[in-house]
């Protein structure tokens, strides 16, 4: 899949025109319009919501484990997913889904001859340390890796793992500690594992892993549009 920008970001709102201060206007105009019930839920889920963990999933092509790394993402408060395609398409099951993609912010690497390269090279770009979880590199166990900077986890097709790409270039490789015959979990498992391990384990250090104040306000904006349907003519009427 090559032609256009090597990087697609998904589910974050249109609105690259505005300013701050219009965001935040929107976003108050969109909240009068939406539940009493929902807006409660926003604003106490987008508190608990982090971008000092991030998960990179390359080539998993399986609809039922694509759809469970999204759903656990959400429930762990992980905002974002970013999505290597470059032998196959990434597919969701909605019935292991359960609208999870909704909350996220989903971006996609289908554009380039290397799209694992255009992936590593936006998140460096971000501040993350690339972490390949792979059972067959030896760096370091899951409860010993460091969280002080900020963690992109990368996970590997279902039956091949990650590529000689992905490994080669990762800053650390990762693996957790198993005790059986099998050499690997499924990647949904596997996510789940990493995910519930150090978000749990970022929540009780001294680190700010909370969402800066212009992206709460940036994804707030993204879930009003998901539920209010006349967002894009409201938008439209206020700044036209």
Not at 44 to 49: A, F, G, Q, S
Not at 114 to 142: E, M, S, W
């Amino acid at each position: 899949m090559i032609g256009g920008s090597p990087y697609i970001q998904k589910r974050i709102y249109k609105m690259s025109n505005l300013s701050q201060t219009q965001k935040q206007q929107l976003l108050n105009k969109l909240l009068e319009i939406v539940s009493e019930h929902k807006r409660e839920l926003f604003f106490e889920i987008i508190d608990k919501r982090t971008r000092h963990i991030t998960v990179v999933v390359e080539d998993v092509f399986q609809s039922q484990n694509a759809s469970a790394v999204l759903r656990t993402a959400d429930c762990f408060g992980i905002q974002d997913v970013h999505i290597i395609e470059d032998r196959n398409e990434y597919t969701l099951n909605p019935e292991v889904a359960l609208g999870s993609s909704k909350w996220l912010s989903l971006h996609k690497y289908n554009q380039s001859e290397n799209n694992t390269k255009a992936a590593f090279d936006k998140l460096r770009a971000d501040g993350y340390q690339i972490v390949a979880t792979t059972p067959h590199q030896d760096d370091v166990n899951l409860d010993q890796l460091n969280i002080d900077h900020k963690i992109a986890l990368v996970f590997g097709t279902e039956m091949q793992g990650l590529s000689n790409y992905a490994i080669e270039n990762a800053d650390v490789h990762m693996k957790i500690p198993m005790y059986g015959f099998t050499e690997s979990f499924n990647i949904s498992v596997s996510a789940a594992l990493c995910m519930h391990h150090l978000s749990e384990k970022i929540r009780k250090s001294d680190l700010s892993w909370q969402l800066s104040e212009n992206d709460k306000t940036d994804i707030l904006l993204d879930w009003a549009k998901s539920v209010v349907k006349s967002a894009d003519i409201i938008e439209k009427e206020m700044f036209a």
